[in-house]
């Protein structure tokens, strides 16, 4: 009535495919890991950190964002200075007495639309750093990239970012201001007898962007005018060497947020395969010898159940 050797064989069988089928999901999926029963703390700890994983691929792609723009501004800050440079020397030159200022002046002249033509194609994804208006409702002069994603043990996440002050980079700015620091370098106004940036930007001196020598002689005073606006333009090409030197900083540091980023999400995609990720070489081993016991378990299935068909050899006649 019971064949305790059949019943052992198939439980073994059994419980020989069952392990088989666990085996074969974990090649075929490569995970050791692939379902929440499968072990729920490693499944909970490894979708989040692929949660995590994927928002720091969104931040590396703002950080790509940033240092373009970052980029943009300056070359826009880099080719304005070249042309600045230009501007000084023209003046220099025309401090020498018998030059005629009237065509100097038409070269500058033409420097100064390249300044502003320069500043307002400094844009980039329709942002842009160098020509503002400081007026304008949504203006904010501190620019911010993200830079981070961090969870904190308790399951709190914090976005960093890294901060840029463009006050110091405006090279225009639209609004009518009359704070020094709501000007940009070169529209803001520098005294016509120092060259010193003017701290009432209400009125007064002159610009860079708009200065004119044509109407200048050769008299004392006119002399000591040209001399202070050669002071004024060495004063905003100062101001304009600092703002890129910021900007390089900014894309520096941007620049080691992108490696430290990559970096830190090829370490947590190994951390979560060190969790569920399979071990193929071993899964394939264990693969062969489960194959060999299902084989097995099968015979051994068949021959207790051919000792239990050599009863009926004794109801033969």
């Given at each position: 009535?019971?064949?305790?050797?059949?019943?052992?064989?198939?439980?073994?069988?059994?419980?020989?495919?069952?392990?088989?089928?666990?085996?074969?999901?974990?090649?075929?999926?490569?995970?050791?890991?692939?379902?929440?029963?499968?072990?729920?703390?490693y499944w909970s700890i490894a979708t989040t950190m692929r949660s995590d994983n994927k928002a720091l691929s969104t931040v590396q792609d703002a950080l790509g964002l940033g240092a373009a723009k970052v980029d943009t501004a300056y070359t826009g800050v880099k080719s304005a200075i070249e042309v600045v440079d230009e501007i000084k020397a023209k003046l220099v030159a025309a401090r020498e007495t018998g030059v005629d200022r009237t065509k100097i002046q038409s070269e500058i002249t033409q420097l100064q639309g390249q300044l502003i033509n320069n500043s307002a194609n400094a844009s980039?994804?329709?942002?842009?750093?160098?020509?503002?208006?400081?007026?304008?409702?949504?203006?904010?002069?501190?620019?911010?990239?993200?830079?981070?994603?961090?969870?904190?043990?308790?399951?709190?996440?914090?976005?960093?970012?890294?901060?840029?002050?463009?006050?110091?980079?405006?090279?225009?700015?639209?609004?009518?201001?009359?704070?020094?620091?709501?000007?940009?370098?070169?529209?803001?106004?520098?005294?016509?007898?120092?060259?010193?940036?003017?701290?009432?930007?209400?009125?007064?001196?002159?610009?860079?962007?708009?200065?004119?020598?044509?109407?200048?002689?050769?008299?004392?005073?006119?002399?000591?005018?040209?001399?202070?606006?050669?002071?004024?333009?060495?004063?905003?090409?100062?101001?304009?060497?600092?703002?890129?030197?910021?900007?390089?900083?900014?894309?520096?540091?941007?620049?080691?947020?992108?490696?430290?980023?990559?970096?830190?999400?090829?370490?947590?995609?190994?951390?979560?395969?060190?969790?569920?990720?399979?071990?193929?070489?071993?899964?394939?081993?264990?693969?062969?010898?489960?194959?060999?016991?299902?084989?097995?378990?099968?015979?051994?299935?068949?021959?207790?159940?051919?000792?239990?068909?050599?009863?009926?050899?004794?109801?033969?006649?």
């Amino acid at each position: 009535m019971t064949n305790a050797s059949a019943m052992t064989a198939l439980k073994t069988l059994s419980a020989t495919n069952k392990a088989l089928q666990v085996t074969q999901a974990r090649i075929s999926t490569g995970y050791r890991v692939a379902e929440a029963s499968d072990n729920a703390a490693y499944w909970s700890i490894a979708t989040t950190m692929r949660s995590d994983n994927k928002a720091l691929s969104t931040v590396q792609d703002a950080l790509g964002l940033g240092a373009a723009k970052v980029d943009t501004a300056y070359t826009g800050v880099k080719s304005a200075i070249e042309v600045v440079d230009e501007i000084k020397a023209k003046l220099v030159a025309a401090r020498e007495t018998g030059v005629d200022r009237t065509k100097i002046q038409s070269e500058i002249t033409q420097l100064q639309g390249q300044l502003i033509n320069n500043s307002a194609n400094a844009s980039f994804s329709g942002e842009n750093w160098l020509s503002v208006d400081s007026s304008s409702p949504g203006y904010n002069s501190t620019k911010t990239v993200v830079s981070s994603f961090t969870r904190a043990t308790d399951g709190s996440i914090t976005i960093g970012t890294i901060s840029i002050d463009t006050v110091s980079i405006n090279l225009f700015d639209a609004a009518a201001d009359a704070a020094a620091s709501g000007t940009g370098i070169l529209d803001a106004r520098y005294d016509a007898a120092t060259g010193a940036l003017l701290a009432d930007q209400s009125a007064g001196g002159f610009t860079v962007a708009a200065l004119d020598i044509s109407a200048l002689t050769n008299n004392a005073t006119d002399l000591t005018t040209l001399e202070s606006y050669i002071k004024g333009v060495d004063h905003a090409l100062s101001r304009m060497t600092t703002a890129a030197s910021n900007l390089g900083a900014a894309k520096k540091r941007i620049s080691l947020q992108q490696d430290f980023v990559t970096s830190l999400m090829d370490a947590i995609e190994r951390g979560v395969g060190q969790l569920v990720d399979a071990d193929m070489n071993r899964e394939s081993t264990r693969l062969q010898a489960l194959q060999v016991q299902q084989q097995l378990g099968i015979q051994s299935l068949t021959i207790a159940n051919a000792n239990a068909q050599g009863v009926l050899s004794l109801f033969k006649g």
